[in-house]
């Protein structure tokens, strides 16, 4: 399983970015797939996550209101859009696939989101 993330870089305070996560597996019959980030110096945080069969959504209390997440059954591709981007904001964001008890199998290499005041 591949999970290969992108669609971050460096932007300004107030802006937008969608970051992707092109899966070798299709998504449709993945469980649960969810996307988390990771400061410097900081544990890895759960951002959002989606169900692949019912598409509920679950969001951090920290984003929720900012952040959407879906899929692209046809491209098996997660997606995280992310709007009014604040310098907190800054991390690697990852994708994760494969739930199974509670945890996460498969996770991308990451991409970096950094956000400038």
């Known amino acids: 399983v591949q999970l290969v993330e992108s669609g971050g870089g460096s932007v300004e305070a107030g802006g937008s970015l969608r970051l992707s996560c092109a899966a070798s597996?299709?998504?449709?019959?993945?469980?649960?797939m969810g996307w988390f980030c990771q400061a410097p110096g900081k544990r890895r945080e759960g951002v959002a996550c989606?169900?692949?069969?019912?598409?509920?959504?679950y969001y951090s209390n920290s984003v929720k209101g900012r952040v959407t997440v879906s899929q692209d059954h046809a491209k098996n591709t997660l997606y995280l859009q992310i709007h009014t981007l604040q310098p907190e904001d800054t991390a690697r964001y990852f994708c994760?696939?494969?739930?199974?008890?509670?945890?996460?199998?498969?996770w991308g290499p990451g991409t970096q989101v950094t956000v400038s005041s």
């Open positions: 994760a696939a494969g739930l199974y008890r509670g945890a996460y199998k498969y």
């Open positions: 597996i299709s998504t449709y019959n993945t469980a649960a």
């Open positions: 989606i169900f692949g069969d019912t598409r509920l959504t």
